[in-house]
């Protein structure tokens, strides 16, 4: 029985022993094809995914450079290293700063989406596309024409602030900027994928809802909370859910913009793993923090939506 | 000593949109026509795999109960949550062994068991809306499964697979990781490594790398201004539940 | 409770056994070891053999020079009618990424054209993927053909394991109408490079143009220093896993003060970390700055992309400290290696010998703006007074103290991975000599452990 509505369709069946047989029976038909349909998108993704998987998991425990044949199995030596490795420890709270930026990212995508569903909005679809564009560009693109706009002598940010009397700063290059920088720039990318899905989630709930609390005395702040909010839980869960396993994945931007500098300032753990595997040839020690980033996200994944699921009970 | 990643594109110092014959020397220059194909046969390759094996599992996930849809599933979640850097290596000594290096095919495959858990997580959402007594009603009509996804409940999430079909060809011409390792050579090469070709070691031909990265974009851009509408249904019928 | 029939449990359980087999299976062979026989022996095609060969060349980002290879090629195989070969060019960067994983499993090139370094190329050859070259260093006479010192940058363990491709030597670009606009002499010594830095700065033109973003401009800037300043030996054996010398040590330290200093003193672009090094070269070559401390490698661009070529002038960077002999950052450029798991090794090594140093081989290569290893009369052929200059500068130091190393980016791939980050914070003055040398040192002392 598994534990997250969300993600589980509700049970048509009251929980329970109502119609054991009517149950069973229509489970075992069920199986008869339904284990075959998997079947297809089962062997690919075990062949070309899951089989690599199981495979760095076995690489974590040895000492493998990825050159020579040569590896040693050492056992949980790489995770203890991990554990006192500053850098990684930084790189992981770099990532937690981008997924609590990417939460901006939704409020702006919730404030759009709320201004669009408003019903005075007119060409409301033209809006819609235009704003959803940045989500479509490939990162390198995004990565490249922000670089420009981040220029200290060229770039056009800075080219604003000065016009405004403002002192233009080095984004990129300097140690507590870097960061805020890259992220407003994923940031960029994110909104509108949030804002759409929100939008669709604003526009299924029943505008007679508001009517009766209009008439109820409430005030517009009081219906956003008690109607809005919980119309849209859904979609805002679903969010949650993809831009934090997202965020925590992240690598691109880094690659493109900062290659993780200056210094480690911008160095998340995606793009350590890359550095470890590719560039320092420490296959196994990358391997070993890779799983740990996967755990992280997994963990923390399965616990949201746990939460989530008992307090909708 | 090496480079590169940024380059001068300075998109404010130089005419825009781009002289016409930048885009003839973007075209022909660096097999511009050969990486576009490539980028075509992958991403359209990938799409069909990816909506020929998650739908049926999908529905077989979300709507046939069966008792090991919830692990199975999260089995395939797992996918979302691993680096692909991470998986990289493992993987080009695989396809080696299977003969898939260089080949479309094999890139085509890769990409497939990346897209598979996003599709699957998609669709479910649309597919735990079905309500069963349909499926039951058309087994007693006598339709198999199959016949049953095909004609029942394909039209009834069609915006989900839409959805579907848009994001994983954005996917896939976008990609940079998978072309990298396992498509090497010019003859099945794609566009986003043949438009770092544009960048210089030292300096970047400027004009001619905005008229290649135009060039790169525009499918995308195209799938996406006509697919719009249904890409938004999709997306937001998908998020509903 | 209903028991379920053996049928019904076939059918569940069959797709999920059918799934992991054939998974599985597929996957079966799917070990992580290479395929290839690293044993050293070139058995395998002889010249004259019917042979397809593959190459994998660093161009794929260079646009001038993929041409002379090309043409090269199609001459050798016109020589050779029963060889094909095929070359994949990709940028440094990506060859860097892909190439240890296609080697390591026995699927890479025949042959490869790599960074020289132990680093590099090193790391490769002590992992068993590269196959040593001196038979046919022996049979081709290449030693007689090239410096040994330059033939020797590809040694590891006592084996030779590439040919050297081009020199690059890091100098001094100054932009001479700039100069001569200002009316500031040429910076040939120390004392005028410094005079020169203040002119243009009171004048309000960058003086030294410097992009740090990408990270390893910083290896050119400080390693100028250093060779300026630092006896070559203690150098390489800074630069070697099996040297003894230290970046703490104080003459090295000392070294890296001064290209801080320049820093500090506003010498350079301002917000150099932010600061992309393709902008920061744009910035020189269009004119608004009036010298470039970097290799020769830059010439080709300069000669092509500046709208007056003529105003650019390359020296040797002065000696700072006035008791050592002329001596220069740099290396060789790249080196071409033969795989491992080649089969076709014996016409691997006559295509490198033909493609490096045949008299049109070697002329080509010249025109293009990469500077030869061999001991090629370059006087031979016609070339842009920079790039002469280019060789002068090349042959001084050569002939002088020597060219030494890549700052920072010869040892070993740990210790580039901590110069890389702590080069930016050392020349953005917020970590101090002492605590770069630390880092480097950390870096190195674990580098030299492993080996």
Not at chain 2, 125 to 138: F, G, H, K, W
Not at chain 2, 158 to 183: C, D, G, R
Not at chain 3, 377 to 406: E, H, Y
């Amino acid at each position: 029985m598994s534990a997250d509505t969300f993600l589980e369709r509700p049970a048509a069946v009251s929980p329970g022993r109502a119609a054991p047989t009517h149950h069973r029976r229509r489970d075992n038909h069920a199986g008869v094809i339904g284990y075959w349909l998997v079947l297809p998108a089962a062997t690919i993704y075990v062949a070309f995914t899951l089989w690599p998987i199981l495979q760095t998991v076995y690489l974590s425990f040895t000492d493998w450079n990825g050159l020579s044949p040569a590896k040693s199995f050492i056992a949980f030596d790489n995770y203890r290293e991990l554990l006192g490795d500053e850098r990684f420890f930084g790189a992981l709270l770099h990532n937690l700063e981008w997924v609590a930026g990417s939460w901006l990212a939704q409020g702006l995508g919730l404030i759009l989406a709320a201004l669009l569903s408003a019903s005075w909005i007119r060409a409301r679809t033209l809006f819609r596309t235009v704003l959803f564009v940045p989500a479509t560009m490939s990162l390198v693109v995004v990565g490249i024409a922000w670089n420009q706009i981040y220029q200290p002598d060229t770039g056009i940010l800075n080219g604003a602030l000065e016009a405004a009397g403002m002192h233009g700063v080095g984004w990129l290059s300097g140690q507590h900027t870097a960061m805020p920088a890259v992220i407003a720039t994923a940031n960029w990318t994110y909104y509108g994928f949030a804002m759409v899905i929100l939008l669709g989630g604003l526009q299924s709930i029943d505008r007679s809802l508001y009517e009766a609390a209009s008439v109820d005395g409430a005030g517009s702040f009081s219906q956003f909370v008690h109607i809005t909010l919980p119309g849209i839980r859904n979609q805002i869960t679903l969010l949650v859910v993809l831009s934090f396993i997202n965020t925590l994945k992240t690598f691109d931007l880094v690659y493109i913009m900062t290659n993780g500098g200056p210094g480690h300032a911008t160095e998340v753990v995606a793009y350590y793993i890359y550095s470890l595997a590719f560039v320092t040839h420490q296959v196994g020690y990358g391997a070993a923090a890779a799983v740990v980033l996967t755990l992280i996200v997994l963990v923390i994944t399965v616990v949201f939506l746990r939460l989530r699921e008992r307090s909708d009970r | 000593m090496r480079t590169s990643n940024a380059t001068s594109l300075d998109p404010f110092a130089f005419e825009w949109p781009p002289v016409f014959h930048n885009y003839v020397t973007a075209w022909s220059q660096a097999h511009f026509s050969q990486y576009l194909l490539n980028s075509t046969i992958v991403a359209i390759g990938t799409v069909v795999l990816v909506l020929a094996v998650a739908f049926p599992a999908a529905y077989a996930l979300s709507v046939l109960r069966l008792r090991l849809s919830s692990p199975v599933f999260y089995t395939f979640l797992l996918g979302l949550m691993i680096p692909v850097w991470s998986v990289v290596i493992p993987l080009f000594f695989q396809l080696r062994n299977m003969g898939l290096i260089n080949t479309r095919l094999g890139a085509v495959l890769v990409e497939t068991a990346i897209g598979i858990p996003f599709a699957i997580f998609l669709l479910r959402a649309s597919l735990r809306d079905l309500p069963y007594e349909l499926v039951e009603a058309a087994r007693i009509d006598g339709a198999g499964d199959l016949r049953t996804l095909w004609s029942i409940v394909r039209p009834l999430v069609s915006p989900a697979l839409q959805a579907v079909v848009i994001l994983q060809f954005m996917t896939s011409w976008n990609e940079l990781v998978v072309p990298l390792f396992f498509l090497q050579t010019d003859d099945v090469r794609t566009l986003p490594i043949g438009l770092t070709f544009f960048q210089g070691r030292f300096t970047t031909d400027t004009s001619v790398l905005a008229a290649g990265t135009t060039l790169a974009a525009l499918p995308v851009l195209i799938v996406y201004v006509v697919l719009n509408r249904q890409f938004i249904q999709g997306l937001t019928a998908g998020a509903t539940k | 409770m209903i028991p379920r029939s053996p049928r019904s449990t076939f059918w569940r359980a069959g797709p999920i056994a059918v799934a992991v087999a054939l998974a599985l299976g597929a996957a079966a062979c799917g070990t992580t070891t290479g395929g290839g026989n690293s044993d050293g022996s070139s058995g395998g095609l002889k010249v004259g053999d019917k042979a397809t060969l593959t190459v994998v060349s660093q161009f794929g980002d260079n646009a001038a020079l993929q041409p002379v290879l090309t043409k090269l090629n199609e001459a050798y195989e016109a020589a050779h009618p029963e060889v094909t070969v095929t070359i994949q060019f990709l940028s440094a960067d990506d060859e860097q990424k892909t190439l240890p994983t296609s080697l390591a499993s026995g699927s890479g090139p025949d042959i490869f054209d790599y960074d020289a370094a132990e680093s590099a190329l090193g790391e490769l050859a002590t992992n068993g993927l590269v196959a040593p070259l001196d038979t046919y260093v022996d049979k081709y006479g290449w030693a007689k053909k090239m410096e040994p010192s330059v033939l020797d940058r590809a040694k590891y363990d006592g084996k030779r394991y590439g040919v050297p491709r081009s020199s690059e030597a890091v100098g001094l670009f100054y932009n001479a109408a700039i100069f001569a606009k200002y009316g500031i002499e040429a910076p040939t010594t120390y004392a005028a490079f410094l005079a020169a830095a203040d002119r243009l700065k009171a004048a309000g033109v960058t003086p030294i143009a410097f992009g740090n973003k990408d990270q390893w401009p910083s290896s050119h800037l400080i390693g100028a220093a250093l060779h300026a300043n630092t006896p070559m030996q203690t150098i390489r054996s800074l630069e070697s896993l099996d040297g003894s010398a230290t970046w703490a040590d104080s003459g090295v330290q000392a070294s890296m003060e001064i290209a801080r200093t320049w820093a500090a003193n506003g010498y350079l672009t301002s917000n150099f970390n932010g600061v992309a090094f393709d902008d920061a070269f744009k910035a020189f070559y269009t004119g608004r700055a009036g010298m470039f401390v970097e290799g020769t490698g830059v010439t080709p661009d300069i000669l092509q992309n500046a709208t007056k070529p003529g105003d650019f002038r390359f020296v040797s960077f002065p000696m700072i400290d006035a008791s050592l002999k002329q001596q220069a950052e740099g290396g060789v450029g790249g080196a071409w290696s033969i795989s491992a798991s080649s089969k076709a090794a014996d016409i691997a090594a006559d295509w490198i010998d033909f493609v490096h140093f045949s008299d049109t081989a070697e002329a080509a290569w010249l025109k293009a703006g990469v500077l030869p290893t061999s001991r090629f009369d370059t006087s031979k052929v016609d070339v842009a007074p920079l790039l002469q200059q280019n060789v002068d500068v090349v042959r001084a130091a050569q002939n002088g103290g020597g060219i030494g190393a890549w700052t920072g980016y010869t040892s070993s791939a740990l210790v580039t991975e901590a110069w890389n980050g702590a080069a930016q914070q050392f020349l953005g003055r917020s970590q101090d000599a002492a605590a770069f040398a630390a880092t480097l040192d950390d870096a190195l002392a674990q580098a030299r452990k492993k080996k």
